[in-house]
T-cell receptor, first 113, second 111 residues
Framework: SAVISQKPSRDICQRGTSLTIQCQVD?????MFWYRQQPGQSLTLIAT?????????ESGFVIDKFPISRPNLTFSTLTVSNMSPEDSSIYLC??????????FGPGTRLTVT | KQEVTQIPAALSVPEGENLVLNCSFT??????LQWFRQDPGKGLTSLLL?????REQTSGRLNASLDKSSGRSTLYIAASQPGDSATYLC??????????FGDGTTLTVKP
């Protein structure tokens, strides 16, 4: 299994500012994923982050708004830029081990005022 | 585009009852299917992973089945307990590692 930690666990931010979320995995992994869960909704994949290459973004998500770093095989960051109240969500990172079993971090609860 | 639907959206049962949660998906070309539990304000806890070549997986009181050809999976919970109250999510996973989630079933087990 994989143990994933995220920082911060929650934050309240002002409109127009940016927040960087950190994700740490306790083992080396090839792929890391970033998801968003808006209030009362399910998870939506934002992007896939592979070490040594640019992140791959899903439809509706762009690098300027959600820049991602993947400096090594155990760590990734997601930045939510120029925030608006619509960005208020839980942001989760995940990875896969073995036959694609997914593991998730505890999430970062973001509130934009 | 893969779409995942979970029925019912919410379910309330008395303690001790057996129950079934349903998950359907539109594209049968999946790699795996995984069931998760999410408690309010928390992350996701993996319950069961079914590989595309498998038909079911069991863990304790939980049993998950997969019928790829019909695009369906079920999660069976036996002898439900109040501690089982949570939102249950299914996710279908492609061989590229991408997951599509259903909207979840919120389960309440009453003592």
């Amino acid at each position: 299994s994989a143990v994933i930690s995220q920082k911060p666990s929650r934050d309240i931010c002002q409109r127009g500012t940016s927040l960087t979320i950190q994700c740490q995995v306790d083992s080396q992994v090839t792929m890391m994923f970033w998801y968003r869960q808006q209030p009362g909704q399910s998870l939506t994949l934002i992007a896939t982050a592979n070490q040594g290459s640019e992140a791959t973004y899903e439809s509706g998500f762009v690098i300027d708004k959600f820049p991602i770093s993947r400096p090594n095989l155990t760590f990734s960051t997601l930045t939510v830029s120029n925030m608006s109240p619509e960005d208020s969500s839980i942001y989760l990172c995940s990875t896969q081990l073995g036959v694609s079993e997914q593991y998730f971090g505890p999430g970062t609860r973001l509130t934009v005022t | 585009k893969q779409e995942v639907t979970q029925i019912p959206a919410a379910l309330s049962v008395p303690e001790g009852e057996n129950l079934v949660l349903n998950c359907s998906f539109t594209d049968s070309a999946i790699y795996n299917l995984q069931w998760f539990r999410q408690d309010p304000g928390k992350g996701l806890t993996s319950l069961l992973l079914i590989q595309s070549s498998q038909r079911e997986q069991t863990s304790g009181r939980l049993n998950a089945s997969l019928d790829k050809s019909s695009g369906r999976s079920t999660l069976y919970i036996a002898a439900s307990q109040p501690g089982d109250s949570a939102t249950y999510l299914c996710a279908v996973i492609t061989n590229a590692g991408k997951s599509t989630f259903g909207d979840g079933t919120t389960l309440t087990v009453k003592p």
